[in-house]
């Protein structure tokens, strides 16, 4: 690859959003030098010897807690987990104060999930260490829209001109937004499907178009990104009974008729089988890509890890950060 | 004797507030004396009108005439100049020169510049922006001040007003009727990377500046608007979908269109004209086509304006996206309007509400807009029989093309009449430059006592 880590100029990595196409692109690139790598049976380098790296997760994850910390450990990095339950946040200590204690203990790198959107941004003003944003709240979840853009790249050579559908929760949807704010950059066309009661107000400010049918959305796209429904999230009721969700909004065999006949089958994960997504089209081996998301995820993140960590090569461990995306 | 005139129009069709009338029609002083028979008057000048059709002065309420700054494009003589050859009497100039029109010493800079070179009469629009939000109630009663507009999109610096909290600020801070540009710049610049894939076309600008991104921020003004109790002038509507939601909210919304919105339509122009059809917001299909003729049909459309907005062929003959948007207009407003009333389109009478009674009751324009006595004595002369072919050469602009270049149309002006003075018979002009500012009853000078 013709990309080298060292020549993406990002501080922290906090959303999508304010990324240029060319940075993008370079992200993708050294993504796919990783690929091959973790296929093999020795997977670790040493690029991040000597370099800290802490998961700091406020809200449950299985997989991209896991994905980020296989990425750094594959780098050689020194990878520590913290979980919500196992810190002093339940002990009544704020974000900045968590953030501020961590920072004295001199880490490289903050992995950082939060239920709050915004959260990761303010943290990232305070420490002196770069941090990539995990997920927040309903705002971003950058390495999830890069590891969806390399596995579309890959299956489909470029991401320009590309008919997108993402589908079903886009309200509480963090990956929708990043995803959104990717698609965009890399101009593909982005359409969003869903009920009006899981559609964000002035969604459509945000560039894509808006449908409430998924036959009519998902007529000749070239790709489906399906979103989990986040009851988690939801406060009140938003729709009105799971089987007459997955009658309108669930993707089967019937509804993905209408796509192009290739069209790939996306799903973040973790799926809610017979809620948003029929087992049939989930485990179509032809057209869903659901677990070379997860793979591609690794290697996303193992690029991140090394882009930012190669920027911080010759700085001393007290600098103040600044924040921003780029 | 008392009863001379200085002009008397004999034997036209005058279209007056009670309808068509035979009349003859005396001028005194620049203004409108005498409506009826005046067999045997005598008059220091008499303009023969019989077969002609004798309308109000027609008012162009929306031209780019680019001067300060970029008069290589277009300057106030060149501009008006047009206007008049065109039939125009007056026209409203917008504020994205260069400086922008944002202060006191910007407006009679413009003000300065027109005097003795605009051959019609003239407004300048100030530009409402985040730097000006606390003068505006000041700029906006200046004289020759037609009222603040305002850019949601397709402006850059300055001018730009993106966000809600500007734009309510400055409806907050101002008080006639505002003119705004709707289009969402949150959106399209979302939409902008399409515009940059390989082998892409003007065909494509109506899809990056969509319909959904005008209707957006039409939607966001009215509303801002209302929650403050103000009227709004929407410039340029180009779809049908806001057609259907300003006609739930004309109490306090105004609308325009434009004649290329009206003429033209996607796909066509942009395989014919390529990026000369390029214009914000864009050209759009035939549905929003039909969709505007509903709107002038029904009502909704209150003004016809040009955005007269030329750029050089030079300019224009850039590969789309890097290609200026706009074209000419100011022009050939009256007679591609005229073509469509023999077309059946509207009625002469809705023609002279849209360019004339409309702009001068939206506006609070102070004595023009109808041909009734007192009124200043601005008339449009047209031949509504006559078969005329549009062409590049007559274009007065420094741009030097049309859109239109190459169509026939049926109806053309004949004579531009502004406050007395013939400034324009059978295509030649027939005076010197004698513009003046346009009053508005919001900004009447105060007699020194």
């Known amino acids: 690859m013709s990309t080298s880590a060292s020549s993406i100029k990002l501080r922290h990595l906090l959303g999508i959003e304010g990324l240029s196409p060319e940075t993008i692109s370079a992200l993708l690139d050294v993504s796919e030098t990783y690929i091959e790598q973790n296929r093999q049976i020795d997977k670790k380098q040493s690029l991040l010897r000597g370099r800290t790296i802490i998961n700091l997760f406020f809200e449950n994850s299985t997989r991209t807690r896991t994905s980020f910390e296989l990425a750094g450990k594959r780098l050689g990095g020194d990878v520590i987990n913290m979980q919500t339950s196992a810190s002093s946040v339940k002990k009544g200590e704020t974000l900045l104060d968590t953030a501020m204690t961590l920072n004295a203990m001199h880490p490289d790198l903050l992995v950082v999930r939060h239920p709050d959107s915004g959260a990761v941004q303010l943290l990232s003003q305070k420490v002196n260490c770069a941090v990539i944003n995990g997920g927040d709240g309903s705002h971003e979840h950058p390495t999830q829209a890069l590891l969806d853009a390399l596995t579309i790249r890959r299956r489909r050579g470029k991401l320009q001109g590309l008919l997108v559908a993402i589908c079903g929760d886009i309200l509480h949807s963090r990956v929708a937004r990043s995803n959104i704010h990717l698609l965009n950059t890399m101009g593909a066309r982005v359409r969003v499907i869903g009920p009006p009661t899981l559609m964000p107000a002035e969604i459509d400010r945000l560039g894509v178009e808006v449908f409430t049918d998924m036959r009519k959305g998902l007529t000749g796209v070239d790709i489906v990104m399906m979103l989990r429904l986040q009851t988690e999230r939801m406060h009140g009721s938003y729709v009105p009974s799971i089987p007459e969700y997955f009658r309108f909004f669930g993707l089967d065999n019937e509804k993905l008729s209408f796509a192009k006949p290739d069209a790939l089958i996306m799903h973040p994960g973790p799926m809610n089988r017979g809620v948003e997504i029929d087992s049939e089209v989930a485990d179509d081996i032809g057209r869903s890509v659901i677990h070379e998301q997860v793979e591609m995820g690794v290697a996303v993140r193992m690029a991140c890890l090394e882009v930012l960590m190669s920027q911080r090569r010759n700085e001393p461990s007290g600098s103040v950060a600044e924040g921003g995306g780029e | ?449």
């Open chain 2, 1 to 449: 004797m008392s009863e001379s005139y200085d002009l008397i129009l004999r034997g036209g069709i005058v279209v007056t507030p009670n309808g068509r009338e035979e009349i003859d029609v005396g001028v005194r002083a620049g203004r409108i004396v005498a409506l009826g028979s005046l067999a045997g008057v005598a008059a220091k000048e008499t303009l023969f009108a019989s077969g002609l059709h004798v309308l109000p002065g027609v008012i162009d309420t929306q031209v780019h005439f680019r001067e300060p700054g970029l008069e290589y494009k277009e300057d106030l003589e060149s501009g008006t100049r047009g206007a008049v050859l065109g039939g125009v009497t007056g026209v409203f100039e917008m504020p994205n020169t260069k400086p922008s029109t944002l202060t006191t010493e910007d407006f009679e800079e413009k003000m300065r510049r027109a005097k003795g070179r605009a051959w019609c009469d003239y407004a300048f629009y100030i530009g409402g922006a985040a730097e000006n939000v606390m003068e505006l109630a000041r700029l906006e009663r200046l004289p020759g001040c037609s009222g603040v507009k305002v850019f949601m999109g397709a402006s850059t610096g300055t001018l730009l007003v993106p966000d809600d909290a500007t734009l309510d600020a400055i409806l907050k801070n101002s008080y006639r009727r505002m003119a705004v540009h709707c289009e969402d710049e949150d959106r399209m610049n979302a939409r902008k990377p399409m515009t940059r894939l390989p082998g892409v076309t003007a065909h494509v600008h109506p899809e990056w500046r969509d319909a959904q991104s005008a209707l957006l921020a039409t939607q966001r003004l009215v509303k801002l608007a209302r929650n403050r109790g103000r009227r709004v002038h929407v410039l340029h509507v180009t779809t049908a979908d806001e057609m259907v939601f300003l006609r739930d909210h004309k109490d306090i919304a105004s609308v325009e269109t434009t004649p290329q919105h009206l003429t033209l339509a996607a796909p066509e122009c942009y395989d014919r004209l390529g990026t000369l059809a390029q214009m914000n917001p864009p050209i759009r299909d035939a549905h929003h086509r039909d969709g505007l003729w509903h709107g002038v049909r029904e009502g909704i459309v209150d003004v016809i304006g040009s955005d007269h907005a030329p750029h050089t062929l030079e300019e224009k003959a850039k590969p789309y996206p890097d290609s200026p948007s706009g074209m000419t207009g100011v022009q050939t407003l009256v007679p591609i309007m005229l073509d469509h009333v023999n077309a059946g389109r509207l009625t002469l009478e809705r023609f002279v509400d849209l360019t004339s009674a409309g702009a001068a009751r939206l506006f609070n324009i102070a004595g023009k807009g109808r041909i009734a006595l007192g009124y200043d004595a601005d008339f449009t002369l047209v031949d509504l029989k006559t078969r005329r072919r549009i062409e590049n050469k007559w274009i007065a602009s420094k741009a030097g093309w049309t859109p239109y270049d190459g169509m026939t149309v049926i109806g053309w002006p004949t004579a531009t009449i502004i406050r007395g003075h013939i400034v324009m018979r059978d295509d030649q002009l027939v005076a010197t430059p004698q513009g003046a500012p346009i009053r508005f009853q919001e900004t009447m000078p105060k007699e020194e006592a």
